[in-house]
C-alpha cells in the first residue's frame, strides 16, 4: 500500500536544493579559477537533469512514505545510479566513456528503475528490485570481465570486479533498506 503523505518546503527540502545548486554552481566557479575545468553549455544541462531529477525523484519518495527505512532505501539506490552513470560518462567503466561497452552499464539504471515501477514503488517489491540489481550488476562484470578487450584495459578485470562489487554492496544496501521498511509496515499493520 502506498501512502501519500504532503511534506511542503521544510528546511531539509530547502538544504537538498541548496546543495544541488551549490552543486552544479562548482564547475562553474573552477573554471574561474583552473583551465583544466572547461565544461560547456551541454555539460551543465546534463549536470543539471542529473542532479534535479534525482532531487525531484526523492522528493517524491517523501511523498510515497514517511518511513526513514524507505527514504534511506531510496537515497542509496538513487546515489549509486547517479554514480554509475556520471562514472560512466566521465571516465567509463571499462576503458574511456567512448567504450561502447560502457552502455551496457546504462541498463542497470534501467533495471532498478522498471524493477521499482514494477513493484508499485512498495518496500518488499523494491528490495526484491534492488537485489536483483544487484545480482545483474556483478553477472554483468562476469562477462564483460572475460572479454578481449577488458584484458588489455589498464584497470583490467580486477578493477572492474572491484568497482562492481563497490556497486553490488550499495544496491545491496539499497535492497536492506527497503526490506526493513517493508518489514516495519507489516508490523504496523498487525
Given at each position: 500500500m502506498v501512502v501519500e503523505t504532503n511534506i511542503g518546503w521544510n528546511g531539509w527540502r530547502i538544504a537538498r536544493w541548496t546543495a544541488g545548486a551549490l552543486l552544479l554552481l562548482t564547475p562553474l566557479a573552477?573554471?574561474?579559477?583552473?583551465?583544466?575545468?572547461?565544461w560547456n553549455a551541454g555539460s551543465f544541462v546534463f549536470a543539471g537533469v542529473m542532479i534535479g531529477g534525482v532531487l525531484?525523484?526523492?522528493d517524491r519518495a517523501t511523498l510515497v512514505s514517511p518511513s526513514f527505512a524507505y527514504r534511506g532505501g531510496v537515497i542509496v539506490a538513487l546515489a549509486v545510479s547517479f554514480l554509475l552513470v556520471w562514472?560512466?560518462?566521465?571516465?567509463?567503466?571499462?576503458?574511456?566513456?567512448?567504450?561502447?561497452?560502457?552502455?551496457?552499464?546504462?541498463?542497470?539504471?534501467?533495471?532498478?528503475?522498471?524493477?521499482?515501477?514494477?513493484?508499485?514503488?512498495?518496500?518488499?517489491?523494491?528490495?526484491?528490485?534492488?537485489?536483483?540489481?544487484?545480482?545483474?550488476?556483478?553477472?554483468?562484470a562476469l562477462v564483460i570481465g572475460t572479454a578481449p578487450s577488458t584484458q588489455r584495459d589498464p584497470a583490467g578485470v580486477v578493477g572492474l570486479v572491484i568497482l562492481s562489487a563497490f556497486f553490488a554492496a550499495l544496491w545491496l544496501t539499497a535492497a536492506a533498506l527497503f526490506r526493513h521498511a517493508a518489514k516495519t509496515a507489516e508490523v504496523r499493520a498487525d
Open positions: 573552477m573554471m574561474q579559477l583552473s583551465s583544466e575545468w572547461n525531484l525523484l526523492y562514472v560512466n560518462v566521465a571516465v567509463g567503466i571499462v576503458g574511456s566513456e567512448d567504450n561502447p561497452v560502457n552502455l551496457s552499464f546504462f541498463m542497470l539504471v534501467l533495471i532498478a528503475a522498471i524493477g521499482a515501477f514494477s513493484a508499485g514503488f512498495r518496500p518488499a517489491g523494491m528490495a526484491r528490485a534492488m537485489l536483483g540489481t544487484a545480482g545483474v550488476q556483478m553477472l554483468l
